[in-house]
């Protein structure tokens, strides 16, 4: 079958993460031709295969994917849409279960909640809260307060409701579909490591690319 004129499209992705050790084409993104058996055959190509002892990361250069892919076949031409390299992890699931695991998730989940609790206590301290909640409460009313008030009461259903909304959260559930801020963050915060793990193994000479 002729391959003249046709063009396979490819959107690479930035990261991607495997449980195999080998990798494929069809693993790095997403694949459009017009030609399904030349579509077919191109997704089986062999990238990069992990070993145990190695290293579990590897950067595959979007001009080797186009190398190896008209070596199949020289006629056809690649249209990369995505990302012009890949950055790979090869995720060993076996080595995240069992109780240690859980031990770090309940170490992480026990600093957030009593840092979080001694941060906002050490803030309300250092503006001497109670004594702003006193002074307010005494201006309104002309006599001061006997105990908590109504302030004081307020302000922390407004904190815990206010925690809520930011964190867009309750148990499991979402409140509304927009991204949290810190959910926005950690998006760029990854792709600022990815783009500097790329940037690194380049410099290195540890990237996949051509000769």
């Given at each position: 079958m002729s391959t003249n004129n046709v063009i396979l499209y490819l959107k690479a992705e930035q990261n991607i993460e495997l449980q195999s050790e080998d990798v494929y084409l069809k693993d790095i993104g997403k694949l459009i031709c017009t030609d399904e058996i030349i579509l077919s055959k191109v997704k089986t190509i062999k990238l990069h295969h992990f070993q145990e002892e190695a290293s579990q990361r590897q950067v595959?250069?979007?001009?080797?994917?186009?190398?190896?892919?008209?070596?199949?076949?020289?006629?056809?031409?690649?249209?990369n849409l995505g990302e012009t390299d890949i950055l790979i992890e090869h995720i060993n699931v076996?080595?995240?279960?069992?109780?240690?695991?859980?031990?770090?998730?309940?170490?992480?989940?026990?600093?957030?909640?009593?840092?979080?609790?001694?941060?906002?206590?050490?803030?309300?301290?250092?503006?001497?809260?109670?004594?702003i909640f006193s002074?307010?409460?005494?201006?309104?009313?002309?006599?001061?307060?006997?105990?908590?008030?109504?302030?004081?009461?307020?302000?922390?259903i407004?904190?815990?409701?206010?925690?809520?909304?930011?964190?867009?959260?309750?148990?499991?559930?979402?409140?509304?579909?927009?991204?949290?801020p810190i959910e926005v963050e950690m998006r760029i915060y990854e792709t600022d490591v990815n783009k500097a793990l790329i940037e690194t193994a380049d410099r290195e000479g540890k990237s996949i690319d051509v000769s």
């Open positions: 595959i250069s979007i001009l080797k994917v186009i190398e190896e892919v008209n070596k199949l076949f020289p006629n056809v031409t690649v249209e076996n080595k995240h279960k069992g109780l240690v695991q859980w031990i770090k998730l309940a170490f992480v989940a026990a600093i957030s909640f009593f840092g979080t609790g001694f941060t906002i206590m050490a803030f309300h301290n250092d503006i001497s809260i109670n004594k002074k307010v409460y005494e201006l309104v009313m002309g006599y001061p307060a006997d105990g908590y008030s109504i302030l004081e009461v307020s302000y922390s407004g904190l815990a409701i206010g925690i809520i909304m930011f964190f867009n959260h309750i148990g499991g559930r979402r409140i509304t579909k927009d991204p949290t």
